[in-house]
């Protein structure tokens, strides 16, 4: 049975590979190709850091119809 197709917030080449090698399909949402600024914020604890990055591209830009950018097939 095949892995569910997932939804990506990385556009890495890196990370693509690594999933496709694991036999997923995945997109890549087009508001997660936003700019985030990744780096840590003063005290913020990696858990925090992890968090605000995710939730930043999640909420990136969702103008086109459900933000659909990239689609990636094993």
Partial sequence: ??????????????????????GYTFDV?????THV???RVDAETPETRVRRVAEAKARGDTSSSYGWGTSHES
């Avoid at 049975?1 to 694991?22: E, F, G, T, W, Y």
């Avoid at 949402?29 to 190709?33: F, I, K, N, T, V």
């Fill in 37 to 39: 600024d990744e780096r």
């Fill in 29 to 33: 949402p087009a508001r997660a190709l």
């Fill in 1 to 22: 049975m095949a892995p569910p197709p997932l939804l990506s917030a990385s556009a890495s080449p890196r990370r693509a590979d690594l999933l496709h090698a694991a």
